[in-house]
């Protein structure tokens, strides 16, 4: 019988909360091999669908089982599959499958065609954030290489064979971490300027001398203030889809989801200026718009997090002059101010999931993207 759960989780935490239940490795992984798919590509992809189908292609060459996991962004049908059970040796690569005698390595298929075009930032995350859960689970180092690596193959395509030292430093970063939730908001920055260029490629909303600018802007305004650049910058790359969501676009440039509520409206609102009209959808969405990512949209995030880091009436000159700046532009119930002088603090208090009575792991995700920014 084909070994092939098909079974689907939108995140990496839910992947590793399912690990967490499985039974240890009954043969001998040593690390884990990047591959792309090729075909499907991601315009292709149908998720359980596809798994399906790879797996019917799988039994025809007479494979009783076939990679680990597959990974899906920007996918009709996004996340993370899984296909061989993580206590049994996968068969994607001849000379890496690995058995009960013999060391082997986990097999981790993105989806994507990966030959001209590199893997985008979000797909990078998602590699490295899984491979991380599986090696903590197998209680592997960080060892990852890639397809071609193993036998000689096009795969992973010349693109993302090129990535392969960034997400080597990405794992290993992931697997030992410089932050976790209980990284202080208030420290020096952890990544230099050149690091924070590279977290993150130019896109259609933003070209690289746009990114240059906010990027700059928030080392700038993170070193006057004493705000790790790596934390601010994490928190506006998860906050934004990497510069990608409507609200980070212009001419709103929101960098962190300030004043966004999700309400919406028709009709004209009697305070535009706390309003963003969507012209395609034919709304009003609640939330706030900059004119400036250098001299507004940076500087009301920053001076955000210092006031949820700092109690009234603590730190020094500059940074009560940034706090209050930024609160003029959206307040902060008491309750808030120094609710989070680490990123655990920011759990349930910048974001939620609606449910106190369950872990969103916001600030997990802040301190992994940290680290992942650091290791650049």
């Known amino acids: 019988m084909f070994a092939n759960l098909n ?8 992947l590793a909360q399912w690990l967490a239940t499985q039974p240890r490795p009954a ?165 230099t300027l050149a690091q924070l260029l590279r977290s993150v490629a130019p896109g259609d909303q933003y070209a690289k001398a746009a990114i240059v600018e906010i990027m700059t802007a928030y080392a700038t305004t993170c070193t006057a203030l004493g705000v790790d650049a790596a934390i601010a910058v994490a928190q506006m790359l998860h906050e934004t889809g990497n510069l990608t969501s409507w609200w980070a676009a212009r001419p709103r440039r929101n960098p962190a989801g300030i004043g966004v509520t999700g309400h919406t409206r028709s009709e004209p609102p009697l305070t535009p200026e706390l309003w963003a009209y969507d012209a395609p959808a034919k709304l009003w969405r609640y939330g706030l718009s900059f004119t400036s990512w250098a001299l507004k949209s940076v500087p009301a995030h920053v001076g955000r997090l210092l006031a949820y880091a700092l109690p009234a009436g ?4 500059l940074q009560r002059a940034a706090i209050d700046a930024a609160l003029t532009v959206r307040p902060l119930p008491p309750s808030l101010r120094g609710a989070a002088p680490t990123l655990q603090g920011l759990e349930d208090t910048w974001a939620t999931d609606s449910d106190p009575t369950t872990e969103s792991f916001y600030a997990e995700q802040l301190a992994q993207r940290a680290n992942r920014i650091a290791a650049l």
């Open 7 to 14: 079974l689907h989780f939108d995140t990496a935490h839910e």
């Open 27 to 191: 043969w001998k992984p040593v690390g884990s091999t990047y591959h792309n798919t090729w075909k499907p590509n991601a315009d292709q992809w149908a998720g359980h669908a596809s798994m399906k189908s790879m797996q019917a292609g799988y039994e025809k060459l007479g494979w009783d089982r076939g990679p680990h996991v597959y990974l899906a962004h920007g996918t009709r049908a996004d996340g993370i599959f899984v296909m061989t059970p993580p206590q049994l040796p996968g068969i994607h690569s001849p000379s890496c499958n690995g058995s009960t005698k013999k060391p082997g390595r986990y097999g981790i298929e993105v989806v994507g065609d990966f030959q001209a075009t590199p893997m985008s930032a979000a797909q990078l995350d998602l590699l490295v954030s899984v491979t991380a859960a599986l090696h903590r689970y197998a209680r592997l180092p960080a060892d990852i290489n890639a397809h071609r690596d193993c036998d000689p193959r096009t795969c992973p395509g010349d693109a993302a064979y090129a990535q392969k030292p960034a997400i080597q430093r990405s794992l290993a970063a992931a697997l030992s971490p410089r932050y976790t939730p209980d990284s202080s908001l208030l420290a020096p920055s952890g990544a």
């Open 314 to 317: 603590a730190g020094n000159a």
